[in-house]
């Protein structure tokens, strides 16, 4: 319910919002306050969809980890799910990865790189509410390119950042532990572990950005890493205010 109440009330949806109001106001005889919404939905669409807003602030978010393996080999290796095109698998029984599915396939690259690691994979799972098994759908992906089955352990039951950490840490992994999810998203999740208890190596994968950010009219492009870049940052004060970090 969360992600569906955010595609209609996110960031990239409000001069969408004002300019309804501002339609609103003015067959209802409201002139002033309907050039008031106007206007302000003019700014937004300007500020936020025409403008690179939303990739600096994606840009913000990646650049807080280093994007390089880490010194040692890793005993563990931890993938957050949302890679993973849940209602596409489903319809076809293929596995289907979406807009972040760089988190499976750099995982799949790290299990081949360390092959003594042993790998999990931290989602929702079989929960009765989505279509298909997110850890599923990452297991067999993993499994289709080579990856032992008895090698991969399942995390379910953790729907949010936050879950995806405290249950990994219920299974009291030993050794060090490589964890992967996109860049954007690292922050958070380490954030996470941290309240989890949980010492762990970031390994940002799924870039957004490019370098340098140039200007360009490409309102899908902007209003898509606007909407991900102040979901993380929300998403990081909504746990601190509710006392999960």
Not at 22 to 49: C, N, P, Q, S, V
Not at 61 to 66: G, K, R, S, V, Y
Not at 171 to 185: A, C, I, N, W
Not at 214 to 231: D, F, K, T
Request: hydrophobic letters at 40%.
């Amino acid at each position: 319910m969360n992600y569906l109440l955010w595609g209609i009330f996110g960031p990239a949806g409000w001069p969408v919002w004002c300019f309804m109001a501002g339609t609103y106001a003015l067959f209802t005889w409201r002139e002033r306050l309907a050039k008031f919404l106007t206007g302000l939905g003019t700014l937004l669409a300007i500020g936020l969809l025409f403008l690179p807003t939303g990739p600096y602030l994606v840009l913000s978010l990646e650049e807080q980890f280093a994007w390089e393996l880490p010194e040692q080999a890793p005993d563990n290796i931890l993938m957050l799910t949302g890679g993973e095109h849940i209602r596409a698998s489903a319809r076809t029984g293929r596995v289907e990865t979406g807009f972040h599915g760089d988190r499976l396939s750099a995982t799949l690259e790290l299990a081949k790189m360390y092959p003594g690691a042993k790998i999990w994979v931290a989602g929702f799972g079989e929960d009765g509410v989505h279509p298909a098994s997110d850890t599923d759908i990452t297991s067999r992906y993993w499994q289709i390119g080579g990856v032992p089955a008895d090698r991969i352990t399942e995390v379910e039951g953790t729907g949010d950042t936050c879950q995806n950490l405290t249950g990994y840490s219920a299974q009291e992994p030993t050794g060090s532990t490589l964890l992967v999810t996109s860049g954007f998203h690292m922050p958070r999740s380490m954030a996470c572990a941290a309240a989890a208890g949980m010492d762990v190596i970031p390994y940002p994968v799924d870039a957004q950005t490019g370098l340098p950010i140039r200007w360009a009219p490409n309102i899908a492009n902007n209003a898509y890493q606007l909407s991900i870049g102040v979901h993380e940052y929300v998403g990081l004060l909504w746990y601190r205010l509710r006392g999960r970090l």
